[in-house]
């Protein structure tokens, strides 16, 4: 199928191909016809699926185009809004639209914290119709007087569930409540907890849903790989396997900020270039450090979860998990870093002892078992045997029944005595016991 059987005008067509977008993928085949129909639309958001351009590209055309200079208070005036949780991801789209709106007069501006409002209010001023925002910020210029949203025809919700997540929920709804009654609503969320739901049945009106499949996403392109390894050997493995198969252009997930800075500390000492994104580090150093990676100056690339959203590099051969994520789902974005848009690559986590049952856990939900690989000298000794969640439960129920029937025997035997601790407990357990495959 091709872009040209989406009905987009051929001007957008030609600077697709320009692009080298030939097919339009999955989302976009999906979306684009709902919402160059003004419908409201619910869908899955999973990164690298291309659901960027599936919600620009028809906001494109679905905007009135025009040259004609906004004066006194038009000027804050804009056309369409589209939120995101993250500075990164802010940028990203707002990057996207200027790619995809060549040919269109079409102006977007970026809205996000870290710097001052001043350089933004004159973008706004000096024409942009399309405002990608995170709410913070949003409100701040809303606040100001330097936007004004009672305007606004179009409003896309990024990344719904993280904004919940990051605790935006009570300026998402400031904003909603900013915005006309009559409007195209348009909300993308990889997952769709209860509190997703509820907001979505009050912003959206009549909306059709998408969903693209979970389970073909992490399969697809993704060669995914476990080590096994000891929690304390993590590093000297981490940098092992760096230098013994010349990995490059690795981003690298860890769950804290203290964390990921205690990576780039050991690496730099193993003379390993990486640098991190995380909340702490300003805005400044956070694109300095994405684009050092983009322009291949660093290895490595070390970004907690929330820091990651929305990072759109290409051709990423290597993502590596240094620690489980927190949240299984996570790991499905995780691993999307790499393998997109039709790209192979390769997702390897590190999972020591106490991780064992969560690999499992992520193993049941993609529905993989992931590849276990190993390195000479790094031998894994797990101290445990992994029970899964049904044989613990099992193991509980014997216990309960055990105490019963020993309690009823020690009514009609009239004895007192308990037995000792420990014998009655029975062990019903499904060992996993790692065996690793092949070197890495
Ligand atoms: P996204 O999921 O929106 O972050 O997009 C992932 C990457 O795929 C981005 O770098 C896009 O530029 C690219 N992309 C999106 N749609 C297409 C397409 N139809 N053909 C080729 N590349 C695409």
């Given at each position: 199928m091709s872009f040209k059987r989406l009905n987009l005008s051929q001007k957008l067509i030609d600077t697709l191909e320009k692009l080298n977008y030939t097919t339009p993928t999955e989302i976009q085949k999906r979306a684009i016809p709902i919402l160059l129909q003004k419908?409201?639309?619910?869908?899955?958001?999973?990164?690298?699926?291309?659901?960027?351009?599936?919600?620009i590209l028809p906001l494109l055309e679905n905007l009135t185009e025009t040259t004609k200079q906004k004066r006194?208070?038009?000027?804050?005036?804009?056309d369409a809004l589209i939120l995101a949780p993250t500075r990164e991801l802010v940028i990203q789209i707002d990057h996207k639209i200027?790619?995809?709106?060549?040919?269109?007069?079409?102006?977007?501006?970026?809205?996000?914290?870290?710097i001052k409002l001043g350089s933004q209010v004159s973008a706004i001023r000096a024409g942009a119709n399309i405002a990608v925002g995170t709410t913070a910020r949003v409100l701040d210029h809303v606040k100001n007087g330097s936007l004004n949203l009672s305007n606004v025809k179009v409003i896309i919700l990024d990344?719904?569930?993280?904004?919940?997540e990051m605790g935006f929920i009570d300026n998402i709804r400031k904003i909603i409540s900013l915005l006309p009654k009559q409007r195209?609503?348009?909300?993308?969320?990889?997952?769709?907890?209860?509190?997703?739901?509820?907001?979505a049945k009050t912003f959206l009106k009549n909306?059709?849903?998408i969903e693209i499949d979970r389970e073909n996403l992490s399969t697809q392109q993704v060669k995914q790989l476990v080590h096994y390894v000891n929690e304390e050997e993590k590093l000297p493995l981490l940098s092992t396997l760096i230098k013994k198969h010349r990995m490059e252009q690795i981003?690298?997930?860890t769950n804290t900020k203290v964390q990921a800075d205690k990576i780039v500390e050991y690496l730099k000492n193993h003379n390993i270039k990486a640098q991190a994104i995380h909340g702490d580090k300003t805005q400044r150093m956070r694109m300095e450090a994405l684009s050092n990676f983009k322009e291949k100056k660093i290895q490595?690339?070390?970004?907690?979860?929330?820091?990651?959203?929305?990072?759109?590099?290409?051709n990423l051969p290597h993502v590596i998990n240094f620690e489980l994520p927190t949240k299984n789902e996570e790991y499905i974005h995780r691993i999307g870093r790499t393998g997109r848009a039709g790209e192979k690559g390769e997702a390897l986590s590190l999972v020591c002892e106490k991780e064992l049952f969560q690999l499992k856990e992520i193993e049941e939900l993609i529905n993989i078992r992931v590849e276990p690989i190993t390195t000479e000298n790094f031998e894994f000794t797990p101290h445990i045997t992994l029970t899964n969640r049904k044989s613990k439960k099992l193991e509980k129920r014997d216990e309960v029944n055990l105490k019963r029937a020993k309690e009823l025997a020690e009514k009609m035997l009239g004895d007192k005595k308990s037995t000792p601790k420990g014998k009655q407990k029975r062990k019903k357990s499904t060992a996993i016991n790692p065996t690793n495959k092949r070197h890495f």
């Open positions: 419908r409201d639309l619910l869908a899955t958001s999973q990164t690298g699926t291309g659901k960027t351009a599936a919600f006194g208070e038009e000027r804050y005036k804009i200027d790619e995809y709106a060549e040919s269109f007069t079409h102006k977007s501006v970026p809205l996000y914290g870290g990344e719904a569930d993280k904004m919940l195209h609503s348009v909300m993308f969320s990889a997952t769709f907890p209860k509190p997703i739901l509820s907001l909306p059709l849903t981003l690298l997930f490595l690339l070390i970004a907690t979860d929330v820091a990651a959203r929305g990072i759109d590099i290409l």
